[in-house]
């Protein structure tokens, strides 16, 4: 997950986060708990909050136990590379929503009164909804990469191809 | 990213000033207190206080201006959208709103830049469980390693012409690039898994207890807490 961070992509520098892979490939616990490292050593790095860890580690966590379920499904029908590109999107589209729902949140619960004070939520969302969006389209775009590759080199990885899954529970059903 | 976080490494082992001389749980606790201070400060006179505060640390400790002002300026961009979001036409508002994340990133960087990462992870570690504390040891051991190879592979990748595609072909070979990064992890971690139970693991990486050993530079951070503890004390009430 830090060593896509590293990865500029873009004029924008959008930094990759990887959760949707890391949720299929580690699983959902595991995956909370590499969330939680990596936000901890950001932070110490002055690269994001100190008080926000638990939050980041949320949010990431949440995009990668939604690929880890969708992942599965998805495999069933589809080749390695669509599965994990739509699982991760999923992922970063939930998990991007998280994020604008607890910015809106904390914005509107600031004690704001009078006119004046208002939140003005439209520049906020001008700037995050493209940027949600361009980081559904890459995050996907990379994991359909990620999983060819994963696919062909280290298939087991992924887990069980959807051919073996029916064989194994024949033979398992037949030994018992 | 990789020269940031290994010029920073690299200052806190080799760093001479009493900073770096001073034991790492008390630093940790300073750089706590002056996180929860600047979060919570209803005074923007404290807010202030704290923050040039956390400015003296971070110069003290020699680290590059260079690097203070990256650590300084890293929160700025996302700040501005909440500035945007909450201007209220007065210039406490937004000032409250941009102090606030560079003080706790000022800290954080000062504390990290004058600690090694054992001593720094160590207490940390006891708060967390088992498996997360270990993590985040064994992660930080591997990472520069990890970052050196993205960057390698990440430069091969446009030597090659990687970049000359359409944008969606790129990022699909950005991620069966990052492919050969994700196998090199796992080999790396059950190689290394495997070297740890030959040489005797016993489940915990990291017994040692020096982070709490006690130095005359200890002195230092006293002072720095007794700085912040008068300023709290004599600026909480105020405007």
């Known amino acids: 997950m830090l060593a896509a961070m590293s990865i500029p992509l873009g004029p924008f520098e959008y930094h990759l986060t990887l959760a949707g892979p890391i949720g299929v490939l580690l699983g959902g616990a595991g995956s909370f708990q590499v969330a939680f490292i990596v936000s901890t050593i950001l932070a110490l790095m002055g690269h994001g909050g100190l008080t926000v860890i638990g939050l980041n580690a949320l949010i990431l966590g949440s995009a990668a136990v939604i690929a880890r379920g969708a992942f599965p499904f998805l495999r069933h029908r589809l080749a390695p590379g669509p599965s994990l590109a739509i699982a991760s999107g999923a992922g970063q589209a939930v998990a991007g929503l998280l994020w604008l729902v607890i910015v809106t949140v904390a914005l509107r619960g600031s004690g704001a009164t009078t006119a004046a004070e208002r939140t003005h939520l439209a520049p906020v969302a001008a700037v995050a909804i493209p940027l949600w969006a361009l980081g559904i389209v890459a995050e996907g775009a990379v994991a359909w990469g990620l999983a060819r590759f994963l696919a062909r080199v280290r298939p087991e990885l992924l887990g069980p191809a959807p051919d073996d899954v029916a064989p194994r529970a024949v033979a398992e059903g037949g030994a018992a | ?239």
Do not use: N, Q
């Open chain 2, 1 to 239: 990213m990789i020269g940031t976080l290994a010029h920073v490494d690299y200052l806190a082992c080799t760093g001479k000033s009493p900073w770096h001389r001073a034991s790492a749980l008390p630093k940790l606790v300073l750089a706590l207190a002056l996180v929860m201070i600047a979060v919570f400060a209803p005074s923007l006179r404290l807010l202030i206080a704290v923050h040039l505060l956390a400015w003296a640390l971070a110069l003290s400790s020699r680290m590059p201006p260079r690097l203070v002002l990256a650590a300084a300026g890293y929160p700025l961009v996302f700040t501005a959208l909440f500035v945007i979001a909450r201007w209220d036409a007065t210039w406490a508002t937004p000032l409250r709103l941009v102090l606030r994340p560079l003080t706790a990133s000022l800290a954080a960087v000062w504390l990290v830049a004058t600690t090694p990462y054992p001593d720094l992870f160590a207490p940390i570690s006891r708060v967390l469980p088992r498996a997360t504390g270990d993590g985040l040891f064994l992660t930080y051991r591997a990472l520069f390693a990890l970052l050196a190879r993205a960057e390698r592979l990440w430069r091969a990748l446009r030597l090659r012409g990687g970049w000359a595609s359409a944008p969606g072909r790129r990022l699909a070979l950005a991620g069966e690039g990052l492919g050969t990064l994700v196998v090199h992890g796992f080999e790396r971690s059950e190689r290394l898994y495997g070297a740890m139970l030959l040489r005797g693991h016993s489940g915990r990486i990291c017994g040692c207890r020096h982070y709490a050993e006690p130095t005359r530079s200890d002195l230092w951070v006293a002072a720095a807490a007794m700085v912040l503890g008068v300023a709290t004390f004599m600026l909480w009430r105020t405007a």
